[in-house]
């Protein structure tokens, strides 16, 4: 899953970043409202957390831009303020969800699983293929019940793959939904990356689910 991170509160920033970064998110940060806009508009993220005052344009103004262009991508608004007025104009404008400062970071984060759920199953939290499960509340994955152990980056790739089963998927996908903007799309990260889950996925199976489409990108299908 990758986020788009709209605060121009350093600290806060970092402490989101951070955070989501450990639970295998793939995180960019932008400090300023019309770099967001900007950002917001070119990249496909699955979700965007967007603080309401901001130097250039403010949080509702972002908001309301994105859904006049027909962005569905769920935001989740921040603010310094509890303030009732606050609430429900960043709700009129079309975010998905409110949040105020501070927060704790678990009710942060489940209020980002809630949104970043498959579209049309909001209450499924485990994906299953074949044999291979995987929580996405405590990130647990096992396959015909033994337990496998992934990083976060595996995690948030094997994840990706899962939401995608039976369709195939592109490097170019992978490379903006997984990793952030300083990755780098020429590297062979994502070859390296998809090897890496293959062998704890599918080894000692003689069914394997994680499959190469030259040329194109990888499947998952069970
Ligand atoms: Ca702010």
Avoid at 155 to 167: G, I, P, V
């Amino acid at each position: 899953m990758r986020v788009l991170l709209i605060e121009d509160e350093k600290k806060v920033a970092s402490f989101i970043r951070r955070g989501l970064k450990e639970k295998g998110f793939a995180v960019d940060v932008v400090h300023d409202g019309e770099k967001g806009l900007f950002s917001a508009e070119i990249n496909p993220y699955d979700l965007i957390i967007l603080d309401i005052m901001l130097p250039g344009k403010d949080g509702i103004f972002i908001c309301r831009q994105l859904r006049k262009k027909n962005i569905v991508t769920p935001i989740l608004m921040l603010t310094a303020r509890d303030d009732v007025e606050d609430k429900v104009s960043g709700l009129d404008s079309g975010a998905d969800d409110y949040l105020t400062k501070p927060f704790e970071f678990a009710e942060f984060l489940a209020r980002v699983r809630a949104l970043t759920r498959r579209k049309g199953s909001p209450k499924i939290t485990t994906l299953r293929v074949a044999n291979l499960k995987l929580d996405q509340v405590t990130h647990k994955v096992t396959r015909a019940g033994k337990e496998i152990d992934l990083t976060a980056t595996e995690y948030s790739l094997l994840e990706y793959l899962m939401l995608n089963a039976n369709q195939v998927v592109t490097r170019t996908m992978i490379s903006e939904h997984v990793w952030s903007e300083d990755f780098d799309s020429f590297s062979n990260v994502i070859n390296v990356y998809v090897n890496y889950v293959r062998k704890k996925v599918d080894a000692g199976f003689s069914e394997p689910l994680i499959h190469s489409i030259r040329g194109t990108g990888y499947i998952l299908k069970g």
